[in-house]
């Protein structure tokens, strides 16, 4: 009984340590893709990068656990009925369970965006950015919050990050050149 209890033990942490090397392999497998997407997407003009733009946010809406998913399209579907304490509240779980999971912070900042709770988006646009920090959506939002609170040099640095990242960003594009000439004169 002995003997069986130590193999069941051994093979349940070589199916552990197995299954830790496979999520390993496929998020240096992602990464190394979006490397590749990155640079493509800064080499790209402005008729081939929706394609480069779709694949990198695919990637990004994963996270790698399916039931973790689930919960971020029943988000998903939360937000788009303008549901949006449910949307948080699907949003928080997932947090609480995946906080490592950039996605799941970006769309919560969104619906706090969406709900005129900047404060709080601001806080999960940071986590956005600190496990995703070419994440020029979440930059994006940034901007777009530094603008509606009449921070016209904050959310100029923000636009331009996102620029950085993402060239072709038709409003972050915009944007910069409506802000230019409220700051002209300000040190960036």
Do not use: C
Not at 119 to 141: C, E, K, V
């Amino acid at each position: 009984m002995r003997f069986t209890s130590i193999v069941l033990i051994l093979a349940l942490q070589l199916f552990a340590t197995t299954a830790r090397a496979d999520a390993g392999s496929v998020v240096e497998d992602e990464e190394f893709r979006l490397d590749e997407l990155f640079s493509l997407l800064r080499e790209s003009d402005t008729e081939d990068f929706y394609d480069i733009e779709s694949e990198i946010v695919e990637i990004w809406l994963h996270s790698g656990s399916a039931s973790m998913d689930l919960l971020f399209e029943r988000a998903q579907y939360a937000m788009t009925d303008q549901n949006f304490p449910k949307a948080i509240e699907h949003l928080s779980a997932l947090i609480d369970h995946a906080p490592e999971f950039a996605e799941a912070w970006n769309a919560r900042a969104t619906v706090y965006y969406l709900t005129d709770q900047y404060a709080l988006s601001i806080s999960d646009i940071q986590q956005t950015l600190l496990l995703n920090p070419r994440h020029f959506g979440a930059l994006n939002g940034l901007g777009l919050i530094f603008e509606e609170l009449g921070d016209f040099e904050g959310a100029y640095k923000a636009y331009t990050m996102a620029r950085e990242i993402h060239p072709f960003l038709e409003n972050v594009n915009e944007a910069l050149i409506e802000l230019r000439p409220l700051i002209d004169g300000t040190e960036l």
